[in-house]
Nanobody, 115 residues
Framework: QVQLVESGGGLVQPGGSLRLSCAGSGSSFSSYAMGWYRQAPGKERELVAAITRANSTNYADSGKGRFTISRDNAKNTVYLQMNSLKAEDTAVYYC?????????WGQGTQVTVSS
């Protein structure tokens, strides 16, 4: 079992930056592949970025060149650095931990990009 708590969301102007954090509790955090997803109003939840146990990363096209996912296994934390934010990045951002058939979600953190 893994409990995930996201933080770092908020209101930011277009072109600004935010860093989201996802703190995990429970055992074997480093054995999980981690991902950030987002869900905008009226839309389906979509993958933003993911990082494997071996620190390989992949990004949705929407975030390539602007977002960076990283993890610190010593702190049981995964991060999402978001730069050059756009209005269309507005969504609730969720953290996910995945291993085999197991999948755990955080409660989400709201990101609003608006002037």
């Amino acid at each position: 079992q893994v409990q995930l708590v996201e933080s770092g969301g908020g209101l930011v102007q277009p072109g600004g930056s935010l860093r989201l954090s996802c703190a995990g509790s429970g055992s074997s955090f480093s054995s999980y592949a981690m991902g950030w997803y987002r869900q905008a109003p009226g839309k389906e939840r979509e993958l933003v970025a993911a990082i494997t146990r071996a620190n390989s990363t992949n990004y949705a096209d929407s975030g390539k060149g602007r977002f960076t996912i990283s993890r610190d296994n010593a702190k049981n934390t995964v991060y999402l650095q978001m730069n050059s934010l756009k209005a269309e990045d507005t969504a609730v951002y969720y953290c996910n931990a995945k291993k085999a058939w197991l999948s755990f979600w955080g409660q989400g953190t709201q990101v609003t990009v608006s002037s």
